[in-house]
T-cell receptor
């Protein structure tokens, strides 16, 4: 494996705490994405970034924040404002061009205690 | 709005039986369709895409623009095909250009 990595694999946090999930890629991709995966709901887009220093909200951005200061990194912060943060989070990257496939990381499972 | 539907949450077949995972989409433009697969404890990965017209691991998928469908088929299912399958629609625009379906869990029974 390589290409796109996420850490940690498992993450636990207490209610009211912010937590940051890491996503790094060495594919020289311009575009990066964060998805949330819940049983029976498929993949829902949280945020995406087409280029460094730019990012856009996806379908379920409330309670999340991101930054894109470097091409290879796209960290996601789950804030205390996210009402139901326990989920599996997937990061992906692509060239950003139309019709290009997305490559996925192994995911981070976040559990709020 | 663009949508991808996969009517079956769970599909169970016996080993050696044919399998078809359904996918329908709604999009007025020219789409590119993908099938992604997620095996147990592995990352989500591309299985096949419409434009390449390949057969991967015995799976094929045909785009039917009239029925707006992109069903995934395999004539003889194997136990190792058990996984979660997602149909995805890629749009011909810059930006938020990928839409995933809800997924179908395929279980191939011995």
């Amino acid at each position: 494996d390589g290409g796109i990595t996420q850490s940690p694999k498992y993450l636990f946090r207490k209610e009211g705490q912010n937590v940051t999930l890491s996503c790094e890629q060495n594919l020289n991709h311009d575009a990066m994405y964060w998805y949330r995966q819940d049983p029976g709901q498929g993949l829902r887009l949280i945020y995406y970034s087409q280029i460094v220093n730019d990012f856009q909200k996806g379908d379920i951005a409330e309670g999340y924040s991101v930054s894109r200061e470097k091409k290879e990194s796209f960290p996601l912060t789950v804030t205390s404002a996210q009402k139901n943060p326990t989920a599996f989070y997937l990061c992906a990257s692509s060239t950003g061009l139309a019709f290009n496939e997305q490559f996925f990381g192994p995911g981070t499972r976040l559990t709020v205690l | 709005a663009q949508r991808v539907t996969q009517p079956e949450k769970l599909l169970s077949v016996f080993k050696g039986a044919p399998v078809e995972l359904k996918c329908n989409y709604s999009y007025s433009g020219s789409p590119e369709l993908f099938w992604y697969v997620q095996y147990s404890r592995q990352r989500l990965q591309l299985l096949l895409r419409h434009i390449s017209r390949e057969s991967i691991k015995g799976f094929t998928a045909d785009l039917n623009k009239g029925e707006t469908s992109f069903h995934l088929k395999k004539p003889f299912a194997q136990e190792e095909d058990s996984a979660m399958y997602y149909c995805a629609l890629s749009l011909d625009n810059y930006g938020q250009n990928f839409v995933f379906g809800p997924g179908t869990r395929l279980s191939v029974l011995p």
